[in-house]
């Protein structure tokens, strides 16, 4: 049985698939929950303009307690977001979650100083290795500020728009990555595993099969398992591959959230 904790639909800005089209295609391949994480994420620059990217949250909640109610006996649907962070607007992430009824937040690091990583801008000016150590140093920063959230998103996403050629082993960051950990399972935090990956032609899960070893190994336990599915093709993609790695690497649970809080559920 598969869960599917990390989608997007149209209130996202880079969806247009409709929620119900992803409910049905989840119900079609036997999911038995899902989260939808749609983006919020503030002080974005895109062409040259400071953004925010949010959520009608009203119409967000008005909508999925309406699909709640009329796919019941079929799927549970959870309300989640997948929130954006960046030093400067940490407080008003914080509100967000805190002023709305959210079983489930990712928090995740799409974009520093105002450049989104995907925009390769981030890249220009220094070494692969530079690009990396900036990255875990902030996402560490993040966490030690920001504790309102469920799951770190895709961990290492640096990985994901720099050269994928040159692709820098965990090792050189292992102490970086261990803070990071530490840090998460100290506020009871999980990880995701992303199966984006496998669109993106990573060469390792994300995150990386020794990030996922290292949570366990330093006692982590709470996993969720999200497909960043932005269409219907995407939904659940490789969580067969996935829920036998995550065994054969240790896991013996994945979890589902209710109300900011993690239920286990055995592999
Ligand atoms: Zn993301
Ligand atoms: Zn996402």
New binding site residues.
């Given amino acids: 049985m598969y869960y599917d904790y990390h989608m997007h639909c149209s209130f996202s800005e880079d969806s247009k698939t409709p929620m119900e089209d992803m409910i049905n295609k989840s119900i079609d391949l036997g999911i038995k929950e899902i989260c939808f994480t749609d983006h919020v994420d503030y002080s974005v620059i895109i062409n040259d303009k400071e953004t925010d990217i949010d959520v009608d949250f009203k119409d967000y909640f008005k909508t999925i307690h309406s699909f709640q109610e009329k796919y019941k006996d079929r799927i549970i649907i959870k309300k989640g977001i ?1 929130m954006g962070l960046q030093n400067h607007i940490l407080d008003k992430c914080r509100e967000d979650v805190v002023n709305h009824d959210f079983d489930f937040v ?1 928090a ?1 690091v ?1 974009t520093i100083d105002k450049i989104e990583l995907i925009q390769k801008d981030f890249y220009k000016d220094k070494t692969q290795l530079e690009a990396y150590r900036q990255y875990y140093e902030i996402l560490y920063n993040m966490i030690s500020k920001y504790k309102d959230y469920s799951v770190l ?2 961990l290492d ?1 640096v990985k994901r728009y720099g050269d994928l050629n040159n692709i820098i082993d965990d090792k050189v960051f292992s102490d970086e990555i261990d803070e990071i950990l530490k840090m998460a399972i100290y506020e009871g935090k999980g990880i995701e595993i992303n199966t984006s990956s496998f669109r993106y032609r990573l060469p390792d899960l994300t995150p990386s099969s020794y990030i996922l070893k290292r949570y366990r190994e330093l006692g982590g336990e709470i996993l969720t398992t999200g497909s ?1 599915s932005h269409n219907t093709a995407q939904v659940a993609h490789e969580f067969k591959y996935i829920y036998e790695k995550l065994q054969d690497i240790g896991y013996r649970y994945v979890c589902t959230f209710d109300k900011m809080k993690p239920n286990f559920i055995k592999l």
Avoid: K, L, R, T
């Fill in positions: 997948e990712i995740s799409h998103g895709h996403i960043d």
